[in-house]
């Protein structure tokens, strides 16, 4: 008597990002916002496992709380599978095991590197063999963070985020994460930032339609020095997420006051970044944030997109 042969299992890693520079464009007639950003991939990974079935179904586990995601086809990482099917004229489906790490509505693209390590995941399960361009195809069309999780290392984004360009960026850089206890909405964000920007449109520059990201930037991550970084680290979305959630300034004077060169809410918040300067100044401001009750994890970047984790 023989056993069943286990069923095949593949394993995706992609990674969470940290916006270090995000400055965001006038409304638009279509209700959305061109941007231009340089975004940082860092080691705060999702998984991905993917196994053969029927249907198409998903199920978390990891180090945050899940409780709250969709497991219907308005999840983000059921969207890519079933998109990846439609493509490839695969008619059958996936079930996914996500291991989730990256903050929920944190800021740090965790659903769009659930989506990326998707369509790595069941383009090799299925044998579709669709080439790297085609796949990357896909992820634009499921969201604007999504290419980048799939390319990773330090880009520039531009339009709503998703035409990249890769950045030079020299060594690796030390940053400390505080991750808050809820989410927030990044479509809310931005309409905050709308009505900031009205409010106070006698003492602010009107926004262009196509900004950029300033050069000093690029030189910090070419030279590949944190000082430099920090002295140009920038979130157009940090005034309208301070102002819907006032105590998240505090937690950033707090680290500051405790060894980080800069503080930062990544993207739409409120996950919020601190660039230190090694991993010395890293474990310290750990224990500091960690001594005030902050949930706090330590990440280096750049890092590679999405990849095959071998078995």
């Known amino acids: 008597m ?33 941007v231009a950003t340089a975004f940082q991939a860092v080691s705060l990974y999702e998984d991905i496992r993917a196994t053969a079935a029927d249907d198409f179904s998903v199920t978390f586990s990891g180090s945050i709380d899940t409780s709250s ?94 035409q990249l360009s890769p950045a030079l960026a020299k060594g690796s850089f030390q940053w400390v994460l505080a991750l808050a206890d ?36 690029l030189q910090a991550l070419r030279a590949g020095d944190p000082h430099m970084l920090a002295e140009v680290l920038h979130n157009d979305l940090q005034a309208p997420s301070l102002h819907l959630e006032p105590q998240l300034g505090a937690v950033i004077e707090l680290g500051e006051e405790n060894g980080a060169l800069a503080g930062m809410i990544s993207g739409s918040g409120p996950t919020i970044a601190f660039l230190v300067v090694d991993l010395d100044a890293a474990l310290e401001l750990e224990m500091a944030l960690s001594a005030a009750r902050l949930t706090v994890v330590r990440a280096t970047g750049p890092v590679h997109g999405a990849r095959l984790i071998g078995s």
């Open 182 to 217: 809820f989410g927030m909405s990044t479509p809310l964000v931005y309409r905050e930032l709308d009505r900031h920007r009205d409010r106070h449109a006698q003492d602010i520059f009107p926004a262009t339609t196509q900004p950029q990201v300033d050069t000093n930037v």
């Open 69 to 162: 995601l969709a497991t219907d086809g308005s999840n983000l990482a059921i969207k890519a599978a079933t998109m990846l099917a439609h493509r490839a004229g695969y008619r059958k489906g996936v079930h996914l095991e996500i291991e989730k790490h990256v903050p929920i509505a944190g800021g740090m693209g965790g659903g769009s590197a659930d989506a990326a390590a998707t369509l790595l995941a069941c383009d090799s399960l299925w044998g579709t063999d669709l080439s790297r361009e085609d796949l990357l195809e896909l992820a634009t069309q499921l969201g604007s963070d999504v290419p980048f999780a799939f390319t990773g290392g330090t880009a520039i984004g531009t339009g709503r985020g998703d």
């Open 2 to 34: 023989t056993s069943a042969a286990a069923p095949k299992v593949v394993h995706a890693r992609a990674p969470g990002k940290i916006n270090v520079f995000l400055k965001v464009g006038a409304l638009l007639e279509d209700g959305f916002h061109d």
